[in-house]
């Protein structure tokens, strides 16, 4: 079973409707275990907020993304994982409320991060597991990227080009009998400066999870239910030692997930985000429904 968390975390005005997920195993691995993990998001916004009230401002007729990212993890020892994440944007796209109409598009990687995973505490008797990670996060590119002669706007970049690192952990307690676990996560990203010092605002990811595993003599094949309740925050970026008010945000959404196995040994989720409270500074595009799938596999190296 992989679970939905943060993996990347875009910025400014499309940074509610960006992808701040890739699917992750709370868990560490096995020594000589390699974990890989591929993820799909796409997602898309038409109505800008200010506060936590809808806005008539509409620059941008709509926006939309389609998101690939991958996590690979190695199990260097029984208690310490070794990980690298990284995502790519098929596109981040804006359509503008200009005549004649005008669209956007940007494209490309976002960035590669390099983390370790330390299993703190397990309790195999009680099923209880606590693991935290720590890492670097290097931009994919540096330079702002253009098309078509055109410089595309920072919230149009594939990458922030920003340095940074990313601290994170998990809690899992597990209920056998009755096929029940239940989760707690969570994830800081700290940013630095771009090349034109602007430094992305740090963002805080929290979210806790109930899985139910189906055991119905109806059912067919290995099913888990598992439901998210997922908090994002966002500081203000800055741009070159001033802050800029219309980014940052505190945004609450409710994330059902639905899990199979298949050949023993594969996973296939499917999940939507569904957005329960948003609250935005200044006035920004807003975050909308969203589909995401994951697929994984852990692979024994040991011959």
Known sequence: ???????????????SMNPVGGAENLLSLEKNALRTIVFYKGGGSNK???????????????????????LLGYGLSPKLTFE??????INKTQHYNTMPKMQLRGYGFSSLNFLLKYNFYANLVDRVYFSS????????????????????????????GAFGLIVNSSFVKE?????????????????????????????????????????FPWLKGDWTVILQLRNEYRFKDTDTGVKNH???????????????????????????????????????????????????????MLR
Request: glycine content about 4%; hydrophobic content about 40%; charged content about 10%.
């Open 133 to 160: 990670a720590a890492g670097v996060k290097i931009p994919a590119s540096r330079k702002y990227q253009s098309v078509n002669h055109v410089e595309l706007p920072y919230q149009l970049q594939a990458s922030q």
């Open 246 to 300: 219309s980014t940052g945000s505190c945004l609450f959404f409710a994330v059902p997930q639905i899990n199979y196995v298949f050949n023993e040994k594969w996973n296939l989720s499917v999940m939507t985000d569904v957005p329960v409270y948003q609250y935005f500074n200044g006035t920004q595009l807003a975050s909308a429904l969203n589909v995401s799938l994951v697929l994984s596999r852990t692979f024994s």
């Open 84 to 89: 690298f994440e990284t995502g790519y944007f």
């Open 175 to 215: 209920n056998s009998a009755q096929g029940l676990r239940y989760f707690a996560t969570n994830r800081v990203e700290l940013n630095g400066p771009n090349q034109r010092d602007y430094i992305p605002g740090a963002s805080v990811f929290t979210a806790f999870y109930v899985s139910k595993h189906l055991m």
């Open 48 to 70: 800008y907020y200010s506060g936590n009230s809808l806005s008539d401002y509409k620059l941008i007729d709509r926006a939309n993304y389609n998101f690939m990212s991958a």
């Open 1 to 15: 079973m992989v679970l939905l968390f943060a993996l990347t975390a875009q910025a400014q005005c499309l940074s």
